[in-house]
């Protein structure tokens, strides 16, 4: 809610600036764009941002610069000052509206301050999930703007200080759009990254670690483990794409997703084929939960058997902890342990790094 916030307009110079840095980003020429990404910054300090992004105009002329930059051309250089300029703004909008406000319903400025973050948020996901320089920005940017728009009951997870309420939530169609651009950016980071697995064994063994016994849970998984299966090589753009879709996801809900399934069933394909990636889910178990909600909404014998692939996944698991304990006197099951511990370095998990560099 904006209730705690002053209500007075924009003055005339004020006004102007915001005009002339709008009118700027949608037609000035690419050169200057970084300088104005500099301005806008520079507004995020020193004025109400609620009220700016409130300006029609400005949100607009920001959405040009993000797809003008994915487009390619001279904008494609500056596309991570834009992204990092969008993030500048939702950031310092989300310092805004932290303090608990007990004040009157919505107003004109909630309604139209909505609208241009929708419009914002529907950009980043189609444009600023393009270009790898501005990816880092565009994610922070869309983790602030779900956690303002989306629904409460539905998306958990979000950064401490969260507003309570929040802005009015998107409705079912507006996240409809959202998890169906998300999915699309998503499918073009994992074009030629699909990997064909040989056997149930070299799944199970993600989750073992190399050597260790895996008690005869291969076999007795074959009949709700389907072979053959599939896996992706992740990398850590990918990922952060990934935990962007489930955040779309997760705002939806499984009744959602079971509607919008029904329009897209590639897309019911796509999660279908995430909720069974055995080195996603070693890389983000946390993700899971959603993933599989979905999941059963659409197919409860799917969500089924990917119940009976965890149970052996963390069958595997313990026993090779358990071969660890009763033999860890043994030279070659120390070395194995060390490697395990290893690869558990080296996993892909978030980076607090705004290159996304390893």
């Known amino acids: 809610s904006l209730s705690h916030l002053p209500r007075e307009p924009l003055g005339e110079v004020d006004g102007q600036i915001i005009m002339d840095i709008s ?20 507004v995020a300090c020193d004025f109400p941002v609620a009220r700016v992004l409130a300006h029609g105009a400005l949100a607009d002329g920001l959405c040009h610069a993000l797809f003008s930059c994915a487009g390619g051309g001279d904008g494609f250089a500056h596309a991570r000052e834009v992204a990092e300029a969008a993030h500048a703004m939702v950031a310092r909008l989300f310092a805004e509206l932290s303090p608990a406000s007990t004040g009157p319903g919505p107003s004109e400025l909630d309604q139209a301050l909505v609208e241009s973050l929708h419009c914002l948020l529907v950009e ?12 880092p920005a565009a994610c922070r940017a869309l983790e602030i703007l779900l956690s303002l728009c989306a629904p409460v009951s539905t998306l958990g997870g979000a950064p401490v200080g969260a507003p309570e309420p929040r802005l009015a939530a998107m409705r079912p169609e507006q996240l409809a759009v959202c998890v169906r651009l998300a999915a699309a950016a998503l499918e073009a980071h994992l074009h030629g990254a699909r990997r064909r697995v040989g056997s149930l064994e070299e799944a199970l063994r993600w989750f073992a670690g190399p050597g260790a016994p895996l008690q005869g849970a291969a076999d007795a998984a074959r009949g709700a483990w389907p072979e053959p299966l599939e896996t992706h090589e992740w990398r850590l753009s ?9 955040r779309c996801l997760q705002a939806l809900g499984g ?16 999660v279908v084929g995430l909720l069974f990636d055995h ?15 979905c999941v059963a909404a659409v197919s409860e ?3 089924g058997e990917f119940e009976a692939f965890l149970e052996l996944a963390d069958a595997a698991q313990g026993g090779a902890e358990q071969a660890q304990q009763t033999s860890s006197d043994a030279p070659d099951v120390r070395l194995l342990a060390r490697v395990k511990e290893l690869e558990n370095a080296l996993r892909l998990l978030s980076l607090d790094d705004d290159a996304l560099a390893p």
């Not at 080195?279 to 909600?293: C, F, H, T, W």
């Open 23 to 42: 009118v700027r980003l949608r037609y000035g020429e690419a050169p200057t764009l970084a300088a104005t990404c500099r301005d806008l910054c520079d």
């Open 124 to 135: 980043l996901l189609r444009s600023g999930l393009k270009v790898p320089a501005g990816m």
């Open 238 to 246: 990918s990922l952060a794409v990934f935990d962007v879709f489930c």
């Open 255 to 270: 009744a959602g997703f079971a509607a919008l399934a029904t329009e897209c069933p590639d897309l019911a394909d796509l």
């Open 279 to 293: 080195r996603l889910l070693a890389e983000r178990p946390a993700a899971s939960p959603a993933l599989l909600e």
């Open 301 to 303: 014998v799917r969500a």
